[in-house]
């Protein structure tokens, strides 16, 4: 066993690729290496703006040898009748390279057919290792790709240096037009000379090239830039999204903190914030109380000389933008907030489904039937205005110039027209949660219950007309981002708790879209399976595991209240599985019976019953089935399920060992059709149809 360390030098890369390296270079790595079965241990990826590494620790130095088998033409083709090879045979023989004494031949369900076995001798790793890095390479998903060679290679910058180590020994490799060796470059100021790496091991590496002022670990630099503004800068409010950018431009962070004229503290703090993180990636300070002060704080690439010339170059490319923004401000506010709303109509929405003019006074009608049906009915008069108000800002000039402002903006401008606050604030908030990573409890947190129902409600909008026009994302195109509309329907409606029939809110939606929609046809089963595939999202169930088979259990019941799905779900997934398992037994009887059975059966009808265990069931239903059905009304789903379970699981199981279920008789066999399908749909209609778990045995 060896390490293996790869160093890819760059031009510096932009802000993103460095992300799509460490989300799939190591994960496709270890594919790669599986497939080529070559043995390795652990596998580390890090990159800075200006290099990738990948190292390797413990990769075998030969591939296995291993046993090929071959499957060939049918015995008939490639024997005539007196047994003599054919053509066939002899074709196919000399394309593998091989005798017909090494022929097998077997007896197949598809007859007899001749097969090879042939020995393949594992090859060298250091052979294999150019290809799969170019393979490698070539793989990753970079939104921009360019050319700069002669070879035609792409990648988001020109590649400059290559290091290929396996242990000590120089791996020959060539990358667009670049040869590998072991001479790499340190930070582009501070250390461009070059240098040597004489062994591929991954401490000493990262040592390396910190005495080069190069932190490789993308963790550190990040946690360096956070470290200097909560301690040295003393700011309490940090720009996680900025922090991450700013670690991803540098190699090694050095901090300059300069001032801006106090006059521009007149603008709303977000357009300040954003004006610095958009135009020059400086993060805004503020005081002790949370108060915008008049100064930023810039990450650079390393310390330089010069830093009041570099300073004052920050200061003027910064006053020059907020000199814009201010006008812009000024701009905007110069007329009434709502006089902007008409201009709406020139936005073009979905397409062929009218303007966002269109939408808008959609969303204020649909606002009167939707306050009610969450149970929020003195919140309609405000939910209207927050829909009235809600586009207006992507009209104006400040979000034009800033789009990342977009409801900001909205909610300033709607608080210096005097609007309430509280659909102020909702404007603001209605483009949260600003990643689907958040949780449900911190989104919660960051919104009002006026925010997040207008965020539903447009949400759903946006899929209803999507969807209803045939617009819907595949693999990874998906331009309206109507996965990440989903998946913020239902985080939002699982941090809030709002309750309602979803297919009501579907059913008024269509109507106000007027006609519009061309694909009306399944919409509901389209957008309920959308919904599915992004509730499962939001829990982070993965498939084959018990979680994943007790929300399949709970959607297929009911997925009319998205709400109910996520608490049904939490119960049955923190319930002791034993008593799970109880009632999923009973449910996994009834089911298998009534799957076979060609029509829903009616009311068990009690002159019918014959067999004693099938008149001590009915009696259970008669004087039981209350006791369930209550604590169902009452969503006290854990009580539900361990009174079905504790009442049911033995009368049910004496009744199919005692009683002929399909019995000759038609009334008596439908009659004991209705007696299962009554004990089954009293759970599996509210609560959860657990036939679709397994391994139920095993408890």
């Known amino acids: 066993m060896s390490n293996l360390l790869i160093e890819i030098g760059v031009e510096e890369l932009p802000v993103g690729a460095l992300d799509v390296i460490y989300e799939e270079l190591a994960v496709k790595a270890r594919q790669k290496l599986v497939e080529e079965r070559i043995a390795f241990g652990e596998v580390k990826v890090e990159t800075t703006p200006r290099r990738i590494a990948l190292y390797v620790q413990g990769i075998a130095l030969m591939q296995p040898d291993r046993v090929l088998e071959i499957s060939g033409p049918s015995h008939e083709k490639c024997y005539d009748a007196q047994g003599r090879p054919t053509p066939v045979l002899q074709g196919f023989l000399k394309s593998k390279q091989s005798t017909e004494a090494e022929v097998e031949i077997r007896e197949t369900p598809k007859g007899k057919f001749i097969f090879l076995k042939k020995k393949e001798k594992g090859r060298a790793v250091a052979a294999i290792l150019p290809e799969m890095l170019k393979t490698l390479l070539v793989s990753l998903s970079f939104p921009k790709l360019m050319r700069w060679e002669s070879t035609g290679f792409r990648f988001p910058r020109p590649i400059r240096w290559l290091v290929v180590l396996l242990d000590a020994k120089k791996i020959p490799c060539a990358l667009a037009d670049v040869k590998s060796g072991n001479k790499s470059l340190g930070h582009r100021f501070l250390a461009p000379q070059s240098f040597s790496i004489l062994k591929a091991d991954w401490k000493s590496y990262v040592a390396l090239l910190k005495k080069k002022h190069v932190l490789l670990p993308l963790e550190t630099r990040e946690a360096m830039v956070k470290s200097a503004l909560a301690n040295r800068f003393g700011q309490k409010k940090i720009d996680e999204e900025l922090a991450h950018m700013n670690a991803q431009l540098v190699e090694e962070p050095f901090f300059l903190q300069g001032t801006f004229s106090q006059e521009y503290l007149e603008l709303p703090d977000e357009v300040l914030a954003s004006c610095m993180k958009k135009n020059q990636k400086v993060f805004a300070c503020y005081d002790t109380k949370g108060k915008m002060k008049n100064g930023f704080v810039a990450v650079m690439n390393g310390k330089r000389d010069g830093l009041a010339k570099i300073r004052a170059d920050y200061e003027n490319v910064l006053d020059s933008r907020l000199k814009d923004a201010r006008y812009f401000y000024d701009l905007d506010t110069r007329e009434s907030f709502e006089k902007k709303k008409p ?324 009334a008596l066999r439908e009659n004991r059709m209705a007696l299962v399908a009554k004990v089954s749909r009293l759970f599996t209609g509210r609560l959860a149809d657990l036939s679709a778990l397994s391994r139920i045995e095993e408890e």
């Open 343 to 666: 201009v709406l109509a020139q936005l073009v929405y979905l397409g062929k489904l009218g303007s966002v003019l269109d939408k808008t006074e959609r969303l204020e009608k649909l606002a009167g039937e939707f306050a009610p049906t969450v149970r929020h009915p003195e919140l309609a008069q405000d939910l209207a205005r927050v829909a009235a108000l809600s586009k207006i800002d992507l009209v104006s000039h400040l979000v034009y110039e800033m789009p990342d402002l977009q409801g900001i903006v909205g909610r300033d401008y709607a608080r210096e027209a005097k609007e309430r606050e509280a659909v102020a604030i909702a404007i603001g908030t209605q483009y949260l949660p600003k990643n689907l990573t958040e949780s449900h409890e911190h989104v919660k947190k960051t919104m009002s219950l006026l925010g997040a129902l207008f965020g539903i409600m447009d949400r759903l909008d946006l899929l209803t007309g999507a969807l209803g026009s045939g617009i819907e994302p595949t693999g990874s195109q998906d331009p309206f981002a109507l996965r990440r509309a989903g998946g913020v329907v239902v985080k939002l409606i699982r941090a809030f708790g709002v309750s309602f029939s979803l297919r009501k809110v579907l059913e008024e939606n269509v109507k106000l879209y007027a006609g519009k929609l061309t694909k009306q046809d399944g919409l509901e089963t389209r957008l309920v399976k959308f919904l599915q595939e992004r509730v499962s999202f939001e829990l982070g169930v993965k498939l084959g595991t018990r979680p994943y088979e007790i929300l399949q259990a709970v959607m297929r019941a009911s997925f009319e209240d998205i709400s109910d799905v996520f608490r049904r779900f939490e119960v049955l997934n923190a319930i002791d599985f034993k008593i799970l398992a109880k009632a999923a037994k009973v449910i996994q009887r009834t089911a298998n019976m009534l799957k076979g059975y060609g029509k829903t059966p009616g009311e068990p009808q009690e002159e019918l019953l014959v067999e004693p265990y099938e008149k001590k069931l009915f009696e259970l239903i008669r004087t039981r089935m209350q006791d369930v059905s209550e604590p169902l009304e009452k969503k006290e789903y854990e009580k539900a399920t361990r009174l079905f379970a504790d009442i049911f699981l033995l009368p049910v199981h004496d009744f199919f060992e005692n009683v002929l279920v399909n019995a000759e008789d038609a």
